[in-house]
């Protein structure tokens, strides 16, 4: 099978000749791989053995972008951008003291130029016939929201039902309408949406200001998607524990659902499985936050495939992490992975 192919036979529930996978590095791993495997680029992804090829097209791919340690950017969001450890981190918020007035008429930037998709084209081009090519569009709607406007200022913000939330979230949601629908006319496989609405214990803000501010806009999303492309596929990212809100992801129309983090409360992989597996995908798997960097090669060989053999069962898996592979886990235990994946 080819990788598209099979991506396509997991999420149908059909006979797959292995378990598909998509692991997300840490951009200094994949570097580090490169050098190993004589690669570059999402050609080491693809040497890696991932199925799934995705770029970033909407905001978080400036949380990403490699600069020096210490140097600030400005994205064209206007979001300024310090490199600290590891990602970049947020330093100005250009909404953070903005009245409706200020917010409405923010320009946001352009959904539908070329060069956002530049990346996304190439990909197609290289790997379309053979991968299974994604359009990464998250944060969807609220990440880009506290970006601009201060995760407090925009908590107060829902919390007290103030004007200026909705008018924030609406800016996001078009945008990343406009974006996502320039990525299907590219002919991408799937559409990734989601926005970071999960803590370790449980979600940043109750689910019923979840259900009344992000629920309908994320349906609209995927109502304009599916006018455009009836079948498409979504995949829906969120970090932490959303256990409250995944039944109404399932009404709105998500396909697949990643990551599971098994350490975050109520977030068992194998219950989740249970309830919800009749009618989502799951892009799941092996613990990254205490496991993977600390456990020995074999215990990694064996949980991976516990992993496929419980999580596996009856289809519907695509092996990953539970979030980025960091730069503290061994390369012997991304190696013990990749052997028992095989």
Known sequence: MTSKERVYAAIRRQSVDRVPRYLWFHPDILIEAGR?????????????????LQPWVSINGSMAR???????????????????????????????????????????????????????????????????????????IFEPAYHLRNMENLLIDMMTGAEEAEAIFDKTMEFTILAAKESLRRGVDWVWLGDDVGTQTGMIMSPR????????????????LRSVKSEVIIAYHSCGSIHPIIGDLVEIGINVLNPLQPMAADMDNLEIKREYGSVLSFMAGIDTQGFLPNASPQAVKDETRRIIDTMGEGGGLIFAGSHTIQTDVPWGNIEAMLEALE
């Open 209 to 224: 200001i979840w259900r009344k501010m992000l629920k309908p806009r994320m349906k609209q999303i995927i109502d304009e």
């Open 36 to 52: 190993r495997l004589g690669t570059s680029g999402f050609a080491t992804e693809a040497a890696l053995g991932n199925d799934i």
């Open 66 to 140: 490699q600069v020096a340690e210490g140097v600030e950017f400005t994205d064209d969001f206007g979001i300024t951008w310090l490199r600290r450890g590891l990602y970049n981190t947020v330093i100005h918020h250009p909404l953070k003291d903005a009245d409706i007035a200020m917010i409405q008429s923010y320009p946001m930037t352009d959904a539908t130029g070329s060069s956002r998709y530049s990346v996304l084209e190439e990909l197609m081009a290289q790997f379309g016939h053979e991968k299974f090519i994604g359009a990464d569009v998250s944060g969807s």
